[in-house]
């Protein structure tokens, strides 16, 4: 199982943009299904997108056609591409991997606000 770090998270003005990182110290397989979810304390974790192996992708119905998922097996890492952010989008974002188990990341604290 790959062991996940987010990254690029931070504090950003409404409808500014961020990119996430996921990077893997393990392989990322073509197989693992690759996803980010994110979580308000005391909320529940919701799911914001899904690649899989083909490349295909689904998105949460918030972030649709704000958000883009990205991956590269080659260079073990999942990208999240946040533009015209909100302040709804405050959360932490996790990675995640899923081919046998789920795996995730320790998380990255996103804060849009002015």
């Known amino acids: 199982q790959p062991r996940l770090y987010e990254s690029g998270g931070g504090l950003v003005q409404p409808g500014g943009s961020l990119r996430l990182t996921c990077s893997a110290s393990g392989p990322i397989l073509p197989a693992h299904i690759m996803s980010w979810y994110r979580q308000v304390p005391g909320e529940q974790r919701d799911l914001v997108a899904t690649?899989?192996?083909?490349?295909?992708?689904t998105y949460g119905d918030s972030v649709k056609g704000r958000f883009t998922i990205s991956r590269d097996n080659a260079k073990n890492a999942v990208y999240l591409q946040m533009n015209d952010l909100k302040p709804e989008d405050t959360a932490v974002y996790y990675c995640?991997?899923?081919?046998?188990?789920?795996?995730w990341g320790q998380g990255t604290q996103v804060i849009v606000s002015s």
């Open positions: 995640n991997a899923r081919l046998f188990t789920s795996t």
């Open positions: 690649i899989e192996a083909d490349g295909a992708t």
